[in-house]
């Protein structure tokens, strides 16, 4: 079982900054990947950001690429999403999520087994 813990949420006007961190534990050496979702009103549940614990390679939604940052710290079982230049597109409740198998789909939040209880990200203009 692991546990997923978001913080960092909040407002912030546009262009502004802001960082997320994901703090998982638990049997947290099961996980292969962990992501970044999102999802706003009306709209379906999308990853922005995803990256392998192992290796650290990472994905980025077109959306977001130049602007997010998906990093992890291993030692501290963390993974933070850095979002500078951010948008009013960007208002969403941020989740974070963790799969335990390596997966071609991994875009699709339904290949991920655990899950944050999100923060909320809202962004004025």
């Known amino acids: 079982q692991v546990q997923l813990v978001e913080s960092g949420g909040g407002l912030v006007q546009a262009g502004g900054s802001l960082r997320l961190s994901c703090a998982a534990s638990?049997?947290?050496?099961?996980?292969?990947?962990m992501g970044w979702f999102r999802q706003a009103p009306g709209k379906d549940r999308e990853l922005v950001a995803h990256i392998t614990l192992n290796g650290g390679s990472t994905y980025y939604a077109d959306s977001v690429k130049g602007r997010f940052t998906i990093s992890r710290d291993t030692a501290k079982n963390t993974v933070y999403l850095q979002m500078n230049s951010v948008k009013p597109e960007d208002t969403a409740v941020y989740y974070c999520a963790a799969r335990r198998f390596d997966t071609y789909y991994y875009t699709s939040s339904q290949y991920y087994d655990y899950w944050g209880q999100g923060t909320q990200v809202t962004v004025s203009s």
């Open positions: 638990g049997r947290t050496d099961s996980m292969y990947a």
